[in-house]
């Protein structure tokens, strides 16, 4: 059968369709919570900024695989937090080594945080881990 027989044609469709498939399978089931949803425990990671941070330098895919679009408890020292005016506020972890660890926060509570959230302070959130750009991403945070 020569490269463009119709039964090839056909097997290459049928493939084509099951890799979709399982592909739209594993998004589904690998959703991220509904972004407008506060997060409520119990958090299936605990760890520190800097632990998160150092698992992020040294495998980023392997951090992402164990973290990605889970729900996170994060605790840590505040480096900097932006005021929210321009956009969400942002909290940022210390240390700031290579890439940082930074929060950005769930509606209900965003216009508090810089009120709430100040540099030295150490905290706790929980978050959902957004993996990782540059820098580590948590989103949705609340803080505990």
């Given at each position: 059968?020569?490269?463009?027989s119709?039964v ?13 498939a ?9 959703r ?18 800097v ?19 889970r ?27 290579q890439?940082v ?16 959230v ?27």
């Open positions: 059968m020569g490269c463009c119709p090839r044609g056909r097997r290459q469709i049928a493939w084509f369709g099951l890799v979709g399982v592909t739209l399978s594993a998004f589904n089931c690998a991220s919570p509904d972004p407008d949803r506060v997060l409520k425990g119990p958090a299936e990671f605990k760890v520190t900024a632990d998160l941070q150092r698992e992020y330098v040294a495998d980023q895919s392997r951090a992402n695989r164990r973290y990605l679009g729900i996170i408890e994060v605790s840590g020292v505040v480096k900097s937090v932006t005021d929210g005016i321009q956009i969400e506020p942002l909290v940022v972890f210390e240390p700031a080594g890439g660890v930074q929060a950005t926060f769930h509606a209900d509570v965003a216009t508090t945080i810089p009120m709430t100040q540099p030295g302070q150490r905290v706790l959130l929980w978050c959902q881990a957004g993996g990782s750009f540059e820098n580590v991403l948590l989103k949705n945070c609340v803080v505990k």
